[in-house]
């Protein structure tokens, strides 16, 4: 079982519309958990963090997250093209200092 | 204030060759982490320094990889006799402490291919 999941899609909304990001993991005791952004070709790009249980709204982006069902989350309001990237979702697990664990990604295309 | 820099952005290597990656972190910070994203595959996790230390190397392969951070100068994770399978982004980010809680900001990369 890999630490972090996500599904790879490719995702496709239309130019206005709500886009879902999901992200399950498997540590229970994980203790922080990240959105990034990533154009083709470009590094990853922070875009929210989330500590607690529930939402957390930052602008167009909301980060959800349930600890009891190990599921964080990233929608992404009245989507917008320059929103098209992969998004990945990253972890710090309990026991491991530092170190993050990433999910592969999600494709997001948002059709104007 | 300039970002994280790394350099060279692209790089080409024979097989057997050596190849050496640079990070210089944000001014101030004297943590360093390195990362490797596969085609495909996530970032994965290398490396974690602090100035002349390494802190946690657990994500580093055995063999033919290594990382250091002198007092003075940059980063600079080194590969020695280069497979295709090293081909890969290396990212490279920096804190100026533990940053668990914060996450990372990322340099521009270093994407390294294999010939």
């Known amino acids: 079982q890999k630490e972090v999941e996500q599904n790879s899609g490719p995702l496709s909304v239309p130019e206005g519309a709500i886009a879902s990001l999901n992200c399950t993991y498997s540590?229970?005791?994980?203790?922080?958990f990240f959105w990034y952004r990533q154009y083709s070709g470009k590094s990853p790009e922070l875009i929210m963090f989330?500590?607690?249980?529930g939402d957390k709204e930052d602008g167009r982006f909301t980060a959800q997250l349930n600890k009891a069902s190990q599921y964080v989350s990233l929608l992404i309001r009245d989507s917008q093209p320059s929103d098209s990237a992969t998004y990945l979702c990253?972890?710090?697990?309990?026991?491991?200092?530092?170190?993050?664990?990433f999910g592969t990604g999600t494709s997001l295309t948002v059709i104007p | 204030n300039a970002g994280v820099m790394q350099n060279p952005r692209h790089l080409v290597r024979r097989r057997g060759q050596e190849a050496r990656l640079r990070c210089s972190p944000m001014?101030?910070?004297?943590?360093v982490y390195w990362y490797r994203q596969l085609p495909e595959e996530g970032l994965k996790f290398m490396v974690y320094?602090?100035?002349?230390?390494?802190?946690?190397e657990s994500g580093m392969p055995k063999e033919r990889f290594s990382a250091e951070f002198p007092k003075e100068g940059p980063s600079i994770l080194r590969i020695q006799q280069v497979v295709r399978g090293d081909s890969a982004a290396y990212f490279c980010?920096?804190?100026?402490?533990?940053?668990?809680?914060?996450?990372?900001?990322f340099g521009s990369g270093t994407r390294l291919t294999v010939v």
């Open positions: 980010a920096s804190s100026s402490g533990q940053r668990r809680g914060y996450g990372y900001t």
């Open positions: 540590d229970r005791g994980s203790q922080s």
């Open positions: 989330i500590y607690s249980n």
């Open positions: 990253a972890v710090n697990p309990r026991n491991t200092g530092n170190q993050f664990y």
């Open positions: 001014k101030g910070h004297s943590h």
């Open positions: 320094l602090q100035k002349e230390n390494i802190i946690d």
